[in-house]
């Protein structure tokens, strides 16, 4: 019996520090992490961070810290997959910043933006690719916190229920109940109300 608990006790263990992880690393390379990044300009190393989505009613910042004050920059920015031209703007700066901004759409509008940094002798992009972002709507608390917690609830039932039949044990089905109700609640029934808010529809297709 002892040994039985033991055993529980570590498989819920290694289920939480699994459904961390995965958390941990979906924020980091989901579609909505801002692009990180660094480049060398006039003898400076340039570390950014550059949004990848913004609510939808106000315009998003672009902001880069440069400490050399013979580096200028320059957004240019323009619709997502869009013909429009594109449209290119100084870059202001206050002490150490360089900041811009990109003109606020509708929910689920997407805009592609890139950076350039330029002293008399040097240029520099940013990113290889321009940078997609996309705005949303505000999501209520009340609607995103328990959204949030039914489908980490259902991701931890999920692996301990696929540790639970590794190991051959008796409560698989117990387990794969509650993560099917949890993914029930959470995704179909909450995911729908968070994307409403967010993008004006109740459904966007796929993940």
């Known amino acids: 019996m002892k040994k039985g608990k033991q055993l529980n006790r ?97 929910p689920a509008g997407k805009m592609m933006y890139k950076v350039k940094l330029t002293t008399g002798s040097e240029s520099v992009q940013l990113t290889e690719e321009p940078v997609v972002i996309r705005f949303k709507g505000a999501v209520p608390a009340a609607v995103l916190t328990p959204h949030i917690f039914f489908m980490f609830i259902s991701l931890l039932f999920t692996l301990r229920s696929g540790l639970e039949a590794l190991f051959r044990r008796k409560d698989t089905l117990y387990y794969t109940g509650v993560s099917l109700i949890t993914l029930f609640i959470g995704g179909l029934i ?18």
């Not at 961070?49 to 315009?59: A, F, G, S, V």
Request: glycine share 8%; proline share 7%; hydrophobic share 40%.
């Open 10 to 106: 570590t498989l819920w263990i290694a289920a939480v520090v699994l459904t961390i992880g995965l958390v941990v690393y979906q924020r980091a390379t989901g579609p909505t992490y801002p692009k990180r990044g660094e480049v060398e300009i006039a003898g400076e190393t340039v570390k950014f961070k550059l949004l990848r989505t913004h609510d939808t009613d106000i315009d998003a910042p672009v902001e880069i810290k440069v400490a050399s004050k013979k580096v200028k920059g320059e957004l240019s920015y323009k619709r997502y997959k869009s013909f429009d031209d594109w449209t290119t703007v100084p870059m202001t700066r206050s002490g150490d910043l360089l900041a811009g901004r990109l003109p606020f759409q509708p």
């Open 190 to 207: 909450l995911g729908p109300i968070v994307q409403k808010y967010a993008f004006d529809a109740y459904w966007t297709g796929w993940p």
